[in-house]
Every structure is written in structure tokens, then in C-alpha cells.
């Protein structure tokens, strides 16, 4: 058995502080997403710390968003508004002022919540909003996604670094465990804010977090989850680069192909070459051109998955001399027309829905 049980309750030092941050030495600002809970706000405190130590290095604007759902949350916002004016911060809070909606509230908030970030960090000329996720929330993560049947890319869930609204979206602490910034507040004698729907049974995060004990006695504890993901993002780093590699090979035969004759709107794959290639490659090539042509994306993996099978179905008629059933299909999805006939699979934008009685 390691020492890591242990060192999982430690506060955090300022060298591994330094470590954490290191790739933001360079950038001019930073946006720090701080919610007034144990982790945002020992983000905050982290950064502020290390930021400290530095001569030159990004200024640190730390945003709170209100989501205006809880009677605290306006208190809560003020608590790191005063947190971040005694660490010598800039802080702005957002209000998300739009229409709520009667359900999926969570996700609803999520959203906004991430739109309004990201204008904060345009507006301010920050590189990356940072947020607080830890070990712990990657375990959940990972643990809806196993749920939901996820593929390889899903289980990878977060990255220490993503695209999102057009900003890079950092997560530095994604390593450590909830309980090392419960520990890192504590030493620095920092207070902060209890969510109480972090608790509630009527989300699903909360019921996962719940189940969490149960599963560690059995070793699916965080630390294993989070490997899992970490594994699975290996795996799938190798995977699109093997999409890559296959995407230019077809894109090649495609080119070759429309300098004889005009291909039209949208991409073109040979039915030969895209048969030949794993399942997994096949799928995610077709996934990718039905989000770059298609208006509805991004496409769900299980209707991606059921029309790859009907054109494997379909190829299988093509490709073993045509003798099996003749070989043709035209399907739209999220807005792109997958179509196949002998010569061409064909994806491209799928034409306007006829409305009923037209
Ligand atoms: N109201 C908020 N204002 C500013 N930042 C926030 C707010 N809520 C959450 N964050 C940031 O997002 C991080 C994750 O928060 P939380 O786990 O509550 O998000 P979530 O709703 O589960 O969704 P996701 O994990 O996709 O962000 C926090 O550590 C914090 O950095």
C-alpha cells in the first residue's frame, strides 16, 4: 500500500503550487472561475499565492457568476468579491439574467454559465479561464459516462486543457483531491460556501457523488476513476491520430476523383478505402464530416453508430462484387445527407425539412 492516502489530505505547497501554474507563467491575464465553494476558492487563494512570488506574470481576474437560482447566491458572490479584494485580485460578478427554464436547470446554468466566462475573458484579453475541477470530479465524470455506455473518447471525460466558447479552459488542480483544498483552506484559515444542491438527490451528480464511498470500498475509488479517464485519453489521442492519417488518405482519393468530375457541395469518401478501415475509424470519420457539413451537430454516438451499420450493410453489397443486396442509401443526420451509391459515399448538407402540407 502507498503513502497516497495519506498525502491525499495534505494542504498544498507552494512549490507544487508552482508546478501547477507554470504553464501560465507567460500569459498576460488569467480568468479565475470562482463560485465562493471550497475549491474555486482555493484556487483562487492558490493562484494569488503563487502570482505573489512572481516579478512579472498574468494578472488574475477572478469572475464569479450568479446564477440567480439561490437566495444565498448574491452573499456568495460578495464573500469572494471580499476573498479576492484581500489577495489583491480583480473580481467581477455576472448575473445570468436570461429566461430559466422549467427543466434541466443544471445543464441550462452550465451553459450560460460557460458563455458568460468566456465574454469575461475576452473582454479582460485573458489566454485561459481556470476553473476548480479536481480528482474528485473527474471520478464523477468518469462515472456518468461509464453510465451512459460512453465510448473511449467519453471516459477520457475532462482535460487538463479544452476548447470551449472559443476560450482555452483550464483545469490545473484536475490532479488533486477535493480533500488536499480542503486542507489548503483550513491551513490558511479561508472560508467559503456550502451549496446545498451539491447534495441534492433530484440531480444527477449528487446521487453519483452519494454512491461514491460504496464504490471506493470495492477500489473504484477516485484515484482509479480518474486513471481510467487518463488511460482511456491515451488511447483515444492515438485513435484521432489514426483518424487524421485516414481523413487525409480519403481526402487524397476524393481530390483525385472531382478532378474528373465535379463531386458538388460537401465531402466524398472512396466506398473501398473507407470499407477497409477499422470499425472505430470508419465511425469517426463519418462523425467528423457529418459535424462539418451538417447543421445540427455535434451528431449522437448511438445514431452515428445504427447509420455506419446500415452502410456497412450497404458496402458489404458494394464491395463484395455486388451480388448481395444493390447497394444504395440516402440518410440525413444532424442536418448532413449521408448517401452512398456505387462509385461514392457522399456526405453533404441535407435539404431543407419540408414542413407538413408543403
Ligand atoms: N457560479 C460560478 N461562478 C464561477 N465559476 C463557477 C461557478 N460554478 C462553478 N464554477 C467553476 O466551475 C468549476 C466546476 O464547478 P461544478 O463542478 O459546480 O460544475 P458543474 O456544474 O458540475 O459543471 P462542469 O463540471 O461541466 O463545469 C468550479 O470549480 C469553478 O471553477
Do not use: C
Request: glycine share 8%.
Amino acid at each position: 500500500m502507498s503513502t497516497g492516502q495519506s498525502e491525499d489530505h495534505l494542504p498544498i505547497s507552494a512549490a507544487e503550487a508552482e508546478r501547477l501554474f507554470a504553464p501560465f507563467a507567460d500569459s498576460g491575464v488569467l480568468t479565475l472561475a470562482v463560485s465562493g465553494g471550497p475549491d474555486s476558492m482555493a484556487l483562487m487563494w492558490l493562484a494569488a499565492r503563487w502570482r505573489a512570488t512572481r516579478a512579472g506574470g498574468p494578472r488574475l481576474l477572478a469572475v464569479t457568476v450568479d446564477h440567480g437560482l439561490r437566495p444565498e447566491s448574491r452573499r456568495e458572490a460578495l464573500m469572494v468579491k471580499q476573498l479576492a479584494r484581500q489577495l489583491g485580485l480583480t473580481h467581477r460578478t455576472l448575473r445570468w439574467s436570461g429566461e430559466k427554464p422549467a427543466a434541466g436547470i443544471p445543464e441550462a446554468a452550465r451553459i450560460a454559465r460557460y458563455r458568460l466566462l468566456a465574454r469575461a475573458a475576452e473582454q479582460a484579453g485573458a489566454s485561459h479561464v481556470v476553473t476548480a475541477h479536481t480528482r474528485d470530479d473527474q471520478a464523477e465524470t468518469v462515472l456518468m459516462r461509464l453510465l451512459r455506455g460512453s465510448g473511449i473518447a467519453g471516459l477520457a471525460a475532462m482535460a487538463p486543457v479544452s476548447r470551449r466558447d472559443g476560450l482555452l479552459l483550464a483545469r490545473p488542480l484536475l490532479s488533486l483531491s477535493k480533500a488536499r483544498l480542503l486542507a489548503t483552506l483550513r491551513s490558511a484559515g479561508i472560508a467559503f460556501a456550502d451549496d446545498p444542491t451539491n447534495r441534492d438527490p433530484a440531480f444527477t451528480r449528487p446521487r453519483l457523488r452519494a454512491l461514491m464511498p460504496t464504490l471506493a470500498a470495492e477500489g473504484a475509488d477516485p484515484r482509479t476513476l480518474a486513471t481510467l479517464a487518463n488511460r482511456a485519453r491515451r488511447a483515444n489521442a492515438a485513435i484521432e491520430l489514426m483518424a487524421d492519417g485516414a481523413e487525409r488518405y480519403l481526402a487524397l482519393l476524393a481530390a483525385g476523383r472531382s478532378s474528373k468530375r465535379r463531386g458538388g457541395e460537401g465531402e466524398m469518401f472512396d466506398p473501398r478505402a473507407f470499407a477497409a478501415l477499422p470499425a472505430e475509424i470508419r465511425l469517426r470519420l463519418l462523425m467528423r464530416a457529418i459535424d462539418r457539413v451538417g447543421t445540427e451537430g455535434p451528431v449522437e454516438l448511438g445514431k452515428a453508430e445504427a447509420l455506419l451499420e446500415r452502410l456497412d450493410r450497404t458496402l458489404a453489397g458494394i464491395t463484395d462484387g455486388g451480388t448481395a443486396e444493390r447497394g444504395t442509401l440516402k440518410q440525413t443526420l444532424a442536418g448532413a445527407l449521408v448517401s452512398l451509391a456505387k462509385d461514392a459515399i457522399r456526405i453533404s448538407p441535407a435539404p431543407p425539412r419540408r414542413r407538413r402540407g408543403e
